[in-house]
């Protein structure tokens, strides 16, 4: 079978810069015209940024003399890489698009390998679903890059199961002993490690997780974190993950209201002297595509509108003291002497993340290598959170299945480091509740 041709746009690079050596043998086209977008965001702290620059150096170091015509090989068992110059617009696209931008650029390039290379399958790769669009108006052949997209959405772990009509038995064991051997569990299925269960029986009922550390079933029990009671089985599950000091590496997913990123503040100032710093950011996905220049004011004033939320969490908190209370007078000693931090996560780079409590929030508005990027700079004595809602995405580029939330879910399922919660029921209020459900 002949190899195929990807034709890559520029977004595929930026969403993962290493994406070159994830097509088999597969040959792989750079039009010249993502080399001039790929230039537009080489300055700056963004992770897009970094992906910019990593490739660019990538390719510095592959390119020679061949990479505009023979094409220069990526490896062993890989397929050889080119940069195509631009080509000419043919007839049909001058009769459907006026406009001579970027991506009718690439489009135009991917005509011309397509018509080029008969015998071959050619394959415009984007992320942008609009140029996908586009392509297969032209008759080409279009995709999204697949090769970190979580692979089937209903599968996907959630954390939690609940088990109806369960031995009675077992569950006066547990109340009596707070754990039993694995073996002695009885359920259908493979457990995961720091699996959480609902186990039911009539009037009875007990919530309890899989400890693979001493291979037990453990009762959890409720505990509020500083001023936060949890308000159902998921919300407790996921106070006990986040205070679990053999946790390191925590995801919350669910939608808006549900809690999760006020469980996460709450834990992290009840833990707040097991930890040097407590670090609360998010990435800023400026709404509409305008970037932070079109807002007024310094840098300050710019992300204050997209750090509000995390402040408005911590401001619940505050509320649940008395003004002069010493928890409030905590909170505003750890925030002037910068052992809390709100802040854009692009302004994280570069700091030592040891003995940190690290909350990522919006975590579905980042790529999976984003997520590596990040969980791979932890130093010792450091947890992290991911929270977010892989159904609220704000990037122009990501999906439910290729944001880095979900991949790190997928990916991380399983490890004794790691705890998932999928929390279902909204806690906000009766109206945000139903305005989710209806609306």
Do not use: W
């Amino acid at each position: 079978m002949a190899k195929k041709i990807f034709i890559l746009d520029t977004n595929v690079l930026l969403h993962d810069h290493k994406c070159i050596y994830n097509m088999d043998d597969n040959d792989i086209i750079i039009p010249i015209v993502v080399l001039e977008e790929l230039d537009k965001f080489k300055k700056g702290n963004e992770l897009i940024n970094y992906q910019a620059r990593e490739f660019v150096r990538e390719l510095d170091r592959l390119a020679g003399v061949k990479l505009f015509s023979d094409g220069v090989s990526l490896g062993a068992k890989k397929g050889k890489l080119f940069v195509a110059t631009g080509k000419p617009y043919p007839e049909v696209m001058r009769e459907s698009f006026s406009e001579r931008n970027a991506d009718h650029r690439i489009l135009a390039i991917s005509l011309y390998v397509r018509d080029k290379f008969p015998k071959r399958t050619v394959m415009l790769m984007t992320k942008d679903l609009n140029l996908r669009m586009k392509a297969k108006s032209l008759g080409l052949l279009s995709q999204d890059y697949e090769s970190d997209k979580v692979k089937d959405l209903d599968i996907l772990y959630k954390g939690v199961d609940i088990y109806e009509d369960f031995d009675a038995t077992l569950i006066s064991l547990l109340y009596e002993k707070k754990a039993i051997s694995k073996d002695e569990f009885a359920i259908d299925g493979d457990i995961t490690a720091n699996q959480y269960f609902v186990l039911r029986n009539g009037n009875q009922s007990i919530l309890a997780y899989f400890d693979p550390f001493n291979n037990v079933i453990r009762r959890v029990e409720k505990h509020s974190a500083f001023g936060i009671e949890p308000r159902n089985a998921e919300q407790t599950f996921s106070l006990h993950a986040l205070m679990n000091p053999d946790i390191k590496l925590v995801s919350l997913t669910g939608k808006a209201g549900t809690g999760k990123t006020l469980l996460a503040l709450a834990a992290a100032l009840h833990q707040h002297e097991q930890y040097r710093q407590i670090l609360l950011a998010r990435p800023i996905v400026p709404l509409a595509n305008r970037d932070l220049g079109f807002l007024p004011g310094d840098v300050k004033e710019k992300i204050g509108p997209y750090m509000q939320p995390l402040f408005d969490n911590l401001g619940v908190i505050k509320s649940r003291f008395k003004k002069q209370g010493r928890e409030n007078f905590l909170i505003d000693e750890l925030l002037r002497n910068e052992q809390l931090v709100i802040t854009p996560l692009a302004y994280i780079r570069g700091r030592s993340l040891s003995d940190s409590f690290f909350i990522i929030d919006e975590a579905q508005n980042l790529t999976p290598h984003e997520v590596k990027t990040i969980i791979t700079r932890a130093g010792e004595g450091t947890k992290m959170v991911f929270t977010g809602d892989i159904e609220q995405i704000d990037s122009p580029y990501l999906d439910m299945q290729s944001n880095g939330l979900a991949y790190l879910t997928d990916k991380m399922k399983g490890e004794e480091l790691f705890a998932h919660v999928n929390l279902v029921k909204g806690e906000r209020s009766y109206l945000a509740e139903l305005a989710s459900h209806i609306l």
